[in-house]
């Protein structure tokens, strides 16, 4: 059911639970106090009932009806559309869980839609019946309560961030590989978190020009600037996690950086040493097939004066050339200009 909780207060006492719109109208309308209508998730029907009834613009209806709007405040002649986006940190899962509360504040009812579970409005509710001297001041008390409620639940945001940011800085500088996405998703936490907070500085600061022309009273204004005081300091806080997070980025990317270029002067110096290693091997092969030529050279220069001793020293009957007067000084001619003929030719060919 989208009706959550309904009263109709008077000096600041509730003095009526009504259990439909229509009889909160008609006892507003009796009493002359204030109606506090507290929706959850509304449909059209429920929403235009109260637009109808206290004359609601049709663009804050609009924005009522559809959600996921940004932190505004916006006039519509004697009528304040609000727009709060309430946050609360999940330790486990590392993220800003953001809500969204709308209101509407005129003279006689406040109006609150929210679309999400958080902020828990009833507890805010229970504190201001609490209080009936501030209540009775009206529905600008109930929009001081609720803006007080949802700046002192960013508080513990703040702690899980800055909790979060240590870490990284551990990680940052332990090598960690998983850190820079670590470092984004926070980042994109922090932007979220940015957004809903950096309006209600402005938002607070129009309240309070106005606070005098609508007749807001004295302690309620000092305390919507003691609320203010502590938006600044949250969003000063964020902007501190901003910058310090590029900065993590920034230095991650230099740290990667730096490791791939040692990883690269590492791979140059074994590949260096890998080249020396390879030249002082082809220096030895070299030396290796020199020493093969030469051997190789020797080896046939010897073989040609062999080949024909061997020749002539075979046990045949029948050798022509062992009759011949000259066939000694000849073989022996053969030998050596054989030897001198390869000689040369290795000798021409580097091979000796």
Known sequence: MALIDNGIYVKGRRTGNPDTLDETYELLRERDGMAWIGLYRPNEQEI???AAEFDLHPLAVEDALKGHQRAKLERFGE???VVLRPARYLDEEEVVEFGEVHLFIGPGFVVTVRHAENPDLAAVRRRLEADPALLSCGPEAVLYSILDDVVDGYAPVVAGLENDIDEI???LFGGDPAVSRRIYQLLREVISFQRATGPLKDMLESLQRGAVKYGVDIELQRS???VLDHVLRI???AESFRILLENALTVHSTLVTQQQNDEMRRLSEASLAQNEETRKLSETGLKQNE?????SSWAAILF??????TIYGMNFTHMPELDWPLGYPLALVAMVVGGVILYRVFKARHWL
Do not use: N
């Open 304 to 309: 040609a004066p062999t080949l024909i001793g």
């Open 224 to 226: 919507l600037r003691d």
């Open 235 to 237: 969003t000063d806080r």
């Open 169 to 171: 800085q551990d990680q």
């Open 48 to 50: 235009h009932s109260v």
């Open 79 to 81: 009528t304040l559309f």
């Open 291 to 295: 020493e093969v030529k030469k051997i």
